[in-house]
């Protein structure tokens, strides 16, 4: 294990490695050892939810620092260090991230450490999606780039290797100058011990797994997410009211909502509410990452189900778009104007055409199909999918 995530100038032994319960639980232990109930660390926002779920249920106060969504979720290294008080303990950094999918670059990660070492905290960094990026960028171990600031590093089996719940995870510890001592490695490893420990099966196959998956496995891997997440940044861009964000990595892409768009919803939960409702379209809400006006697509989905799913979202986002009923209206009205200039001259057309457009522009859901913006027509797969059956891109 010891050797597989060794990096350029972070050269590990075993004495370095714990195993765990899935990378969860080594963000468990990593948050335990590092702090106590009324310490606080900081985490990313948006970001993972187990971070808080996994602090506040030891006491521990979560402050979130802001990821930039025009600079490609790039972290706000200004709130990130106002953030910081006589209680903060660590920074949780997220590279490749989910929900955002996005790769910090080098100097984005020496900037962060620049942060940590000037306040002397440490890193507890989430690496589950390490190498999992797409062409043109490169991840880098965030260990890899400092001689001074102490990194926890959390990985696991469950994201590159396509195997949830096989329950192999790891924490690895990059500590130069031996600032955290024995202390942190024994509370590790003495953490690691409330339960009877990682999956014994898997422990007895990691030699074989990390050694000899073959390179092809994980390229391919990359090719579908990339290629669904070209597809779907693609198709959501051309939807009114609609602003994704072209991820850089991992399985996921952010959806910016413009909801002055969608004015009878409150909320990006009651848009994916209804969107679950009326298209069997399954996203998750900003909400669930604490932002707002965003959601959050899978790119794990096959291809043809990708395109089913970003029909069924743009035909939902034209149905429920202020554009589309503003327009809707106008054209009733023209139409009724029309009608009622033909009555008071006398002519049955004015009753006719009243009576045609309010037949035509409704169909029998109440869609305005008539008045819709021209849509641009994408190949759909055949057969399609029914209605009933839900797409998940969760």
């Avoid at 309010?358 to 109440?366: K, Q, V, W, Y």
Wanted: glycine fraction near 6%; charged fraction near 25%; hydrophobic fraction near 40%.
């Amino acid at each position: 294990m010891a050797n597989h995530v060794s990096c350029s100038g972070a050269k590990l032994t075993g004495e370095d490695v714990v195993l765990c319960s899935g990378c969860s639980c080594a963000l468990d232990l990593c948050i335990s050892a590092l702090a106590n109930a009324g310490d606080n660390i900081l985490i990313p926002r948006p970001g993972f939810s187990l971070y808080s779920t996994l602090a506040v249920g030891l006491g521990i106060e979560v402050k979130e620092y802001d990821l930039i969504p025009e600079k490609s979720w790039e972290a706000d290294l200004d709130h990130m260090a106002s953030l910081v008080d006589e209680n903060t303990r660590a920074i949780i950094v997220n590279n490749p991230s989910n929900p955002c999918g996005s790769v910090f670059s080098e100097q984005h990660l020496k900037d962060i450490l620049t942060v940590a070492e000037k306040h002397c905290l440490p890193i507890i960094a989430d690496e589950i999606y390490d190498h999992f990026v797409f062409s043109g960028s490169r991840y880098i171990p965030i260990a890899s780039l400092t001689t001074t600031v102490p990194v926890l590093s959390c990985g696991g089996l469950t994201k590159r290797f396509l195997v949830p719940g096989w329950r192999m995870g790891w924490i690895t510890i990059h500590d130069r100058n031996d600032i955290f001592g024995q202390e942190v490695r024994d509370g590790l490893k003495r953490l690691s011990q409330r339960i009877i420990g990682a999956n014994t099966l898997i422990q007895g196959a990691l030699p074989i797994i990390l050694k000899e998956t073959p390179q092809s496995f994980f390229d391919t891997t990359i090719e579908v997410i990339e290629r669904n997440a070209k597809l779907a940044y693609e198709r959501l861009s051309q939807v009114p009211g609609l602003s994704p964000v072209m991820p850089a990595g991992a399985m996921y892409m952010m959806v910016g909502i413009d909801r002055s768009q969608f004015p009878v919803f409150r909320s990006d939960l009651e848009i994916v509410e209804t969107l679950i409702k009326e298209q069997s379209v399954f996203c998750l809400p900003g909400k669930c990452f604490n932002i707002d006006d965003f959601f959050r697509i899978v790119l794990t989905i096959p291809e043809r189900f990708m395109h089913e799913a970003c029909d069924r979202i743009e035909e939902f986002c034209l149905q429920h778009s202020y554009l589309s009923t503003k327009e809707t209206m106008a054209l009733l009205k023209i139409n009724e104007d029309s009608a009622a200039e033909e009555a008071e001259s006398g002519s049955d057309e004015g009753v006719d055409l009243r009576r045609a457009s309010s037949s035509s522009s409704c169909d029998s859901d109440g869609q305005h199909e008539k008045f819709q913006q021209p849509r641009k027509k994408h190949p759909r797969p055949t057969p399609l999918l029914r209605r009933e059956t839900v797409t998940r891109l969760v």
